[in-house]
């Protein structure tokens, strides 16, 4: 099988841990507290503004604080502790509430109402725009009690379940198939690298690229992200120096580039993300940018971008552009990319996966002190989670053919999970067949006499987890053991369950969701809304919005051209996560970030490559973080403005 030279790079940079720990103690305890009440509404606070969470900075804060305290406390976090956090601080960032806030957008928005949906989006997602809960902005009425339930009930099943078939197949591929994983070491080394700065602080690399970052991040962030919010509260209107979420240039460009969505996104964490990434994926995207430059003014010239007309901006022109072409042409991209994955998960059967296969033996005897349970335990897991998404499933959708939800569960997520974790375990690359879901349900509508809108919103057994082979491989890399993931499962999730809660209730008492104070998603959950009833409309009866966009030479196009394409560089012996980087800039997503993540990849690969060697694949993930950690920093202290002071005004009348 053909191998990427650049993911040859990532491959064993970390050799098999000898010993492993739990890590968990009092202060991992601690630490989900610290992550759910202090990170969380920060992180929260920044996905509104500008579009993306604290994200890594989270992890790396709270680990660095941790690790202060416990040196002068005359004692040093392990690298299982280490680990612990970081764990925790993802399981806590994903803010589960965070969900109704848009769930209360979807039901109130335009986009519901132009499409006639709003009526038909169930009592279980959201209560009905008139709701006296939406006009007194709060989930602390009881109209949102059955969908925080069930809300928490989904949660609950999704946590146990993490445990289930993602387990069994890092059992199997990972001990039994010994594939190498080649991205796991790179998730490893950045809690590794801190572990090492604790005890050796003044000699490690480590502690001075991310201090770096971190300064950097700071300065951005207080002209980014805290002017803004702080001006907007003292002032009557927000000071910004720097346009959020991009300047806006498509009414500027479109005599020249007609239907070319075109600006600049001027966030450098932007460069520092281009750095991160693979050099080709990057170009690829580039690539794929400039064909839908060139392309979109011949596709309006020939009458297929019809729906394009002059005025309108970049959310607008990205809607109508999809709705015309890049929908269908997409999903035809998606369909080659999936093809291409199973085609090399099949030829690579008759290899083994590394030096020295194991046995199905292994399957019952793993390394001593790892922490697993036996492998059959994780079966009955899955099997107990799927049945229960069956039931919920058959309860909120009981007009929808309840075949489907057992296809779904025993069929189609075992095979697509093993084709994924086979591929993350080769060429560490994720595989995902777009719109099989989309086209169960139309296939539901159309032959079984389904009508409604309820099941695009059921929690239904349609998982892929392969990504999580990765996740396990990550804690066993780390000396880890999983007894110690399972212990911090338990304690964080109560955690995150209420923190979520209440800062969601928070956030949207402070202002509307969307609104002027928080631009980001003013300006972006309208396309995305629009993008998702789109779909919905398709099991609605009549001529639905969805099929008049649905173009089947598209899809055959969109997908000739995948194929090809990826045939090109495999015999040219080019890179072929070109071909990701591609699919990704034909997304049509908002292109206008694309040029400083560019920078950031040509930076990377031409200066700082060239000066610090193989090195800089160690740094630039530091200095990421680093800039994430200031850039959250930041955004707490935004939030914190924002929290007293609106507080104050509340208490002033």
């Known amino acids: 099988m053909y191998e990427d030279k650049e993911l040859q790079e990532y491959r064993d940079l970390l050799p098999q841990p000898t010993h492993f720990a739990e890590g968990f ?78 769930s209360q957008y979807l039901v109130q928005s335009d986009a519901a109402r132009m499409l006639g949906l709003a009526e038909f989006i169930p009592a279980w997602v959201a209560p009905p725009a008139d709701s006296i809960s939406m006009i007194e902005r709060t989930f602390l009425h009881r109209d949102w009690m059955i969908p925080i339930l069930l809300l928490v009930g989904a949660q609950i099943i999704q946590r146990v379940d993490h445990f289930g078939l993602g387990y069994a197949l890092y059992r199997i591929t990972s001990d039994v198939e010994k594939l190498p994983f080649p991205m796991a070491p790179v998730g490893a080394l950045g809690t590794m690298a801190l572990a090492e700065s604790t005890e050796d602080k003044q000699k490690s690399w480590k502690w001075r690229v991310f201090s770096i970052g971190g300064v950097i991040g700071l300065a951005f962030g207080a002209v980014y992200v805290l002017l803004p919010t702080v001006s907007g509260l003292v002032f009557t209107e927000s000071i910004r120096l720097i346009p959020i979420p991009w300047v806006e240039l ?21 460069i520092f993300i281009g750095m991160v990434l693979p050099f080709w994926a990057v170009i690829g995207g580039l690539i794929g940018l400039v064909i839908t430059v060139a392309a979109n003014p011949f596709l309006y010239q020939c009458g297929i971008l019809k729906r394009w007309h ?33 085609w090399h998960v099949v030829k690579s059967f008759g290899k083994t996966g590394g030096p020295h296969r194991g046995s199905f033996k292994d399957l019952f005897h793993p390394p001593p002190g790892r922490g697993d349970f036996n492998f059959w335990i994780s079966i009955g897991i899955y099997v107990f989670s799927t049945s229960a998404y069956v039931l919920m499933c058959v309860w909120l959708v009981p007009n929808f053919p309840w075949i489907f939800f057992i296809l779904y569960g025993f069929l189609y997520t075992p095979i697509i999970s093993y084709i994924t974790a086979r591929m993350e375990g080769i060429a560490g690359q994720f595989v995902s067949l777009p719109l099989v879901r989309e086209a169960s349900f139309i296939a539901g509508a159309k032959y079984f006499g389904y009508q409604g809108i309820e099941i695009w919103y059921a929690p239904i057994p349609f998982h892929n987890y392969g990504k999580a082979t990765v996740d396990f491989r990550e804690i066993e890399l780390t000396g880890t053991s999983i007894r110690g993931i399972i212990k911090a499962e338990i304690v964080v999730f109560p955690v995150v369950m209420i923190a979520s809660l209440l800062f969601s209730q928070f956030i949207w008492q402070l202002a509307p969701i969307p609104s002027s104070n928080y631009p980001y998603a003013q ?29 089947f030479v598209y899809i055959s196009t969109g997908m000739g051209f995948g194929v090809v394409t990826y045939m090109v ?17 034909l997304g049509q997503s908002t292109p206008h970030g694309m040029i400083l993540e560019v920078a950031g990849a040509f930076l990377g690969r031409f200066f700082f ?17 680093g800039f994430s950690c200031g850039m959250g920093l930041m955004g707490m202290f935004a939030m914190g403005f924002t929290l007293i002071l609106k507080s104050l005004g509340r208490l002033a009348y």
């Open 25 to 102: 103690d009092w202060k991992t305890v601690v630490g989900a507290v610290f992550i759910g009440f202090l990170m969380m509404p920060g992180s929260m606070y920044l996905q509104l503004v500008i579009g993306s969470g604290i994200g890594p900075a989270a992890r790396w804060v709270t680990i660095i604080l941790f690790a202060e305290v416990a040196k002068r406390s005359y004692t040093e976090l392990k690298q299982q502790e280490i680990f612990l956090l970081y764990y925790m601080a993802g399981a806590a960032l994903a803010s589960p509430f965070q969900g109704l806030l848009w």
């Open 250 to 270: 498509t009414r500027h460009t479109e005599n020249i580039l007609p239907a070319v969505a075109t600006g600049i996104q001027l966030d450098i964490g932007l």
């Open 310 to 342: 002059p005025g309108m901006g970049t959310v607008d022109t990205v809607f109508a552009n999809n709705f015309d072409f890049y929908m269908s042409f997409g999903i035809g991209l998606g369909l080659s990319i999936a093809l291409v994955g199973i």
């Open 523 to 551: 300006e972006l959950w309208h396309l995305q809304a629009l993008n998702t009833l789109l779909m919905q409309t398709s099991t609605m009866e009549g001529d639905s919005a969805f099929f008049q966009a649905l173009n």
């Open 569 to 585: 560089l495999a015999f040219f012996g080019l890179p072929v996560m070109l071909v990701y980087g591609v699919v990704r800039g």
């Open 609 to 625: 490559l060239r000066r610090y060697g193989a090195m800089w694949r160690q740094y630039a993930p530091v200095l990421l973080a």
